[in-house]
């Protein structure tokens, strides 16, 4: 009996494999079509189908030399459904739906993500677009996972600012100077183009510190 269920677990495992390998085929084609949507279904799809692979594996003590790297493969796969949602969030074709789903796809699967960074931009003008989530929830939301995204970081304080509650507005700058001075060139950005991106975050936070110095009227903070 025991070996009749044995089998039958190896053959849901190689079902799992065959569909594994023909949704990741999907998921490549749609990102040669640069589309969204097809992109956000087949990745999530792809990654739940890794996630029950690598649920089957034996421990580790236990895996020969094969199961050692399928269980990399998987683990790879499963990662790279998240970058693949996070360079698909900046095609100029998605709608604002699909740039949200796509983000908020990437938080469900990994929270930490090193691929949401990507998609934090398109996401947060996505939602002044579409008016799901005003952007501070949006910029908020992603602040709780990276506290020091600069792009949530800005958008929180240009919206402080515009509501008049001057206070966090100069809190909120101070911190973007802050992470902005102290942050290395992420590689998505060549030299030139973070150089210029940290001369504008500094430039505008400077200027949102001292206009909200200045309705306050705290002298020293307005310059």
Not at 137 to 142: E, H, T, V
Request: net charge negative; glycine share 2%.
């Amino acid at each position: 009996m025991r070996s009749v269920v044995s089998m039958l677990a190896l053959c849901a495992v190689l079902a799992h494999a065959d569909d594994l390998s023909d949704t990741f085929d999907k998921l490549k084609a749609a990102e040669r079509a640069q589309n969204g949507a097809d992109i956000l279904k087949h990745a999530v799809e792809t990654s739940r189908l890794a996630r029950i692979q690598i649920a089957a594996q034996v421990p580790p003590e236990k895996r020969d030399d094969f199961e050692k790297q399928r269980y990399i493969y998987l683990s790879q796969t499963d990662t790279y459904t998240e970058y693949s949602m996070g360079v698909a969030a900046s095609y100029p074709s998605n709608s604002p739906e699909t740039i949200v789903q796509l983000t908020e796809a990437i938080i469900t699967l990994n929270p930490k993500s090193d691929y949401l960074e990507l998609a934090v931009p398109p996401y947060l003008a996505a939602l002044a677009k579409s008016g799901q989530q005003p952007e501070m929830d949006g910029a908020q939301k992603i602040l709780k996972l990276q506290p020091e995204n600069e792009d949530a970081l800005q958008r929180l304080t240009e919206d402080y600012l515009s509501q008049q509650k001057l206070t966090e507005a100069a809190r909120s700058a101070a911190e973007l100077l802050a992470v902005v001075s102290a942050k290395t060139r992420p590689d998505r950005y060549s030299e030139e183009a973070w150089r210029d991106k940290k001369t504008v975050l500094t430039n505008r936070a400077h200027f949102i510190a001292g206009a909200s110095g200045c309705e306050r009227e705290s002298w020293t903070e307005c310059d």
